[in-house]
Structures are given as C-alpha cells and as structure tokens.
C-alpha cells in the first residue's frame, strides 16, 4: 500500500454548537458541526467516561484516568486508546478552541473499545473460523522468502492446533494450498454461530520499505475506506458485516494488541476497509496483516518457526480477550498455553465495567445516535 495523496475539504461548515441533555444520562454532549459531519468536544467523551479532563498541548490531547488513556492529534487522523493505534474514519479537529473527534468515531471505535462488555447482542465464542489468504493459482505478495500464501497457512495450521487445545471449535476455509475465492470465504464462516472469522495475510509494498503489522476491520457505513480518500457509492452500502460494527472493532482491538505483543513489529494501526471476506461476514470478523514478504527484516522473521508460534498465539489470545472482552469481564484469563510468553505488564487495557451484562443498554449509543443522524445522508443517485 502506498501513501494516499489527500485533497483537503473545501466544504465549509458553519459551526453550529447545541447542546442537548442524553436520554437519562448525566453527560451531555456539545455537537458541533464540521465539514457536514456531527462532532463531539474531547472533554465530553472525558466526562463521559468518567476520566478526567483532557490534558491539552497545542493541537494534541490526553485523557486519563482508571487506567486508561486516550490520546490523539488535531489534524490527523491516528488515536492511541490505552496504547493501542487505530486510524480514525476522520480527522480529530481543532475548532473555536476546542478539538473535537466525530461522533461516529466515537460510537464506532471509542464507545466498544472502552466498553465491549455493553456490545449488544455479543455472543460468546466458541468457533474460529480461520482463513489463510489466497492459495493456489494465487500466491499472495512474494517475497525473497517465500509466497503469502504458504506462510499464511502454516501459521493456520498452527493457531489451530493452539485453538483446539484450548477447546475452541476451529474450521478452516482451506487447509491445503488450494485455490478458493472471496466469496466463498465469508459463505463458509457464515454458516457458523457463536463464532469469528480471523483471516490471515502479510503485506506487500512497491519499494520495499513498508514494515509492520496491521489490522482491518470492515469500515462502518459512511465511512471511507483506508486506501480511497473521498467517499464514494460504494461507503454508503450496507453489508453484511455491518451488523457486527461493534463486535468488529473490539476483535480487532483484542487481535491487533494480542499481535503486538507476541510479534513484536511496527505498529501500523488498526484499519478500516470493505474487503470482500469482512464485508460479507455476518459473524465478528478480522483481516489480519502479518508483516511486509518483501521488507528484510519482516520477511526473515515470518519465515521463522519462531515467529509463526508467535503468530498463533497472538490469535489464540487475541480470540480469547475478546470473549473476557465482550462477556464483561474483568479479568484477562491467560489460555493455558501462552504461559510464557505472555507478559501481563504490557497488556493494554480491554477491561470494561463489571456491572455490565453483555446486552445491556448503552446511554452513549442512544444519544451519540441522536446526534450521528446526519450520516446516513443519501448516497449518490439515491
Ligand atoms: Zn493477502
């Protein structure tokens, strides 16, 4: 993937302040309007979330408090959530000397990522479905090491045997190096309940120099996807996978922390895109980027039987968390067999609160919606 150019908006918005009080909820949230789209202050999400006021330098902002950090930049588009990078579906904004971040992002990324036990209708996990990208005619990125496809397999194969000593119920798309389209992919996942679909892949990059991890969940309905600047027809589709929003972003928080962990590469976020596997997935899903086939340091070590155990551990725990995650539990219960290369310390925070029963209403849905209603604009030719 190689850097998008950006056309800056030209469209100016009069900034439009109203305040209106949440349904039963103590934390009112000031929109504002900017660039068409419904914004949020930071200082309410801090308020919302009970954490404390943000600490603001220049153009970028911190929010703290019960262990937890959200941090981010005016201006762009990347935001930590305790540790964790995720590429926002829009810029953070400074306005008339606040900085605001888009109340969809806040009910697609912050609100299930601060608390996935409130998901609704999470169902807890005993099925992964895992499926190695491209195989057969199709090998995938090449890399001086080897092909996509064959090293995407074999750490299948290994997070499967990890699963099952587990006692996840584990089914693959394909377990050998066969030829199986897209489509085909989500068709089988979708034939399984209490489940979630993780497929694997490694990059590749023009010149070489692109590095590191990344995660995709199915960008939200209005939203760009990562490798298109402006929206198109296409964003204001309804798939699928957008009825597991919430669920979507949470695995891929739980799956891209669990990767850092054990892999150890550069962090490129977590991502938004419409890829046909995700999209078309009517269970939790994730697409999973595994380091670059063709950048030297990357391409050594996916290689390495070392780093595919990495891998499918990363997987086990990452399914894992997110069933603690979504249950609304507390604890992070460690998988028996990720013992010792598993350190506590550097966990990132998936805790939600513990009187939250998965289901349980969430105020900030109700009235972040109130305030998203603008989104569902009309597509194009509709
Ligand atoms: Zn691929």
Redo the contacts with the bound molecule.
């Keep these: 993937m190689g850097a998008r150019t950006r056309s800056a908006p030209v469209r100016t918005a009069a900034t439009i302040l109203f305040v209106f009080a949440a349904s039963a909820a103590s934390a009112q949230w000031n929109v504002a309007m900017h660039d068409g789209r419904r914004y949020v202050p930071v200082g309410d999400v801090a308020n919302f979330y009970k954490l404390n006021p943000p600490a603001i330098d220049g153009r970028s902002f911190t929010i703290t408090g019960q262990a937890r950090t959200i941090r981010g930049n005016a201006g762009a588009r990347e935001i930590w959530i305790n540790n964790v990078k995720y590429i926002l579906c829009f810029d953070v904004v400074a306005k008339d000397g606040h900085i605001l971040i888009s109340a969809m992002d806040v009910t697609k990324i912050i609100e299930p990522v601060m608390r996935p036990g409130k998901i609704k209708n999470a169902s807890a996990v005993r099925t992964v479905i895992l499926d190695a990208?491209?195989g057969g005619h199709d090998s995938?990125?090449r890399g001086p090491m080897g092909a996509?496809k064959d090293a995407?397999l074999d750490v299948v194969l290994r997070a499967k045997k990890l699963l099952e000593q587990n006692d996840y119920n584990v089914r693959l798309t394909r377990a050998t190096d066969v030829f199986i389209p897209l489509e085909k992919r989500p068709g089988f996942a979708n034939r399984y309940q209490n489940a979630v679909f993780v497929s694997i892949?490694?990059?590749k990059s023009n010149r070489g120099g692109g590095t590191g991890i990344e995660t995709y969940a199915l960008a939200p309905r209005g939203v760009p996807s990562m490798d298109e600047e402006n929206l198109s027809y296409s964003d204001f589709k309804q798939y699928p996978g957008h009825a597991r929003d919430s669920e979507n972003i949470a695995l891929a928080t739980a799956m891209h922390s669990s990767m850092l962990r054990h892999l150890r590469l550069f962090d490129r976020g977590i991502k938004r895109a419409r890829f046909v596997v995700i999209r078309d997935a009517q269970i939790p899903g994730v697409l999973l980027?595994g380091g670059f086939m063709n950048h030297p340091n990357d391409a050594r070590q996916i290689a390495s039987g070392e780093f595919r155990d990495a891998f499918a551990r990363a997987i086990l725990e990452g399914v894992t968390r997110y069933k603690s995650a979504v249950a609304g539990q507390m604890q992070y219960f460690k998988p028996t067999t990720v013992v010792a290369a598993t350190d506590n310390t550097a966990a990132p925070l998936l805790r939600s609160e513990p009187s939250a029963p998965v289901g349980s209403k969430t105020d900030i849905v109700q009235s972040v919606k109130q305030a998203t209603g603008a989104l569902a604009s009309p597509a194009p030719g509709n």
């Design positions: 990208g491209h995938g990125a996509e995407a892949h490694f990059n980027e």
